[in-house]
T-cell receptor, first 114, second 112 residues
Framework: EPEVTQTPSHQVTQMGQEVILRCVPI?????FYWYRQILGQKVEFLVS????????KSEIFDDQFSVERPDGSNFTLKIRSTKLEDSAMYFC????????????FGSGTRLTVV | GENVEQHPSTLSVQEGDSAVIKCTYS??????FPWYKQELGKRPQLIID?????GEKKDQRIAVTLNKTAKHFSLHITETQPEDSAVYFC???????????FGKGTRLSVIA
């Protein structure tokens, strides 16, 4: 079964540092997403990406965040200057169609900001 | 925007009993309602979903019901087993349009 791959599985970073979280979506999927989950809380939408541009973003996704699809396979989330409250599990997801149907989530990157 | 409320936050059942988790949503335009199971430290995994053109869907021990008028949907797990223990999330979206909005999750514990 095709998988969404995320790297690294765990990242520890100093407050104020930049981090890049990487995702390889399923190859025939067209829509890509980042969600985050603070420990013990619900999964929250950050951003969706289609046709090389952001199609929707939440209020969490402020100027500190950016996404990119630098080549035909990777989809990255960059946090420019990390804060303690950015500590969370970040999930990438991809789907063939827009709007939640057929989502496949990656295994997540646990980001710890110290 | 859409708001999804989920109850209860924790649920303990004896093995073999049934478990029911309920969610309500606010946006009447939402038409796709998946349920995800998340084991500790792992990704959310889709276990069942329902679209607004049906009222009930069943897959072995798992069923989901949808009441569009009341804007609520429920997950039913029958003959629970210890491996059903996990956090379950409901979600809603407008198919073909908006991203998923998740509930806060229900921690289900099945006691052997």
């Amino acid at each position: 079964e095709p998988e969404v791959t995320q790297t690294p599985s765990h990242q520890v970073t100093q407050m104020g540092q930049e981090v890049i979280l990487r995702c390889v979506p399923i190859s025939n999927h067209l829509y890509f997403y980042w969600y985050r989950q603070i420990l013990g809380q619900k999964v929250e939408f950050l951003v969706s990406f289609y046709n090389n541009e952001i199609s929707e973003k939440s209020e969490i996704f402020d100027d500190q965040f950016s996404v990119e699809r630098p080549d035909g396979s990777n989809f990255t989330l960059k946090i420019r200057s990390t804060k303690l409250e950015d500590s969370a599990m970040y999930f990438c997801a991809s789907s063939e169609v827009r709007g939640g149907v057929g989502y496949t989530f990656g295994s997540g990157t646990r980001l710890t900001v110290v | 925007g859409e708001n999804v409320e989920q109850h209860p936050s924790t649920l303990s059942v004896q093995e073999g009993d049934s478990a029911v988790i309920k969610c309500t949503y606010s946006d009447s335009a939402s038409n796709y309602f998946p349920w995800y199971k998340q084991e500790l430290g792992k990704r959310p995994q889709l276990i069942i979903d329902i679209r607004s053109n049906v009222g009930e869907k069943k897959d072995q021990r798992i069923a989901v019901t949808l009441n569009k008028t009341a804007k609520h949907f429920s997950l039913h797990i029958t003959e629970t087993q210890p491996e059903d223990s996990a956090v379950y999330f409901c979600a809603a979206s407008k198919q073909g349009n908006t991203p998923l909005v998740f509930g806060k999750g229900t921690r289900l514990s099945v006691i052997a």
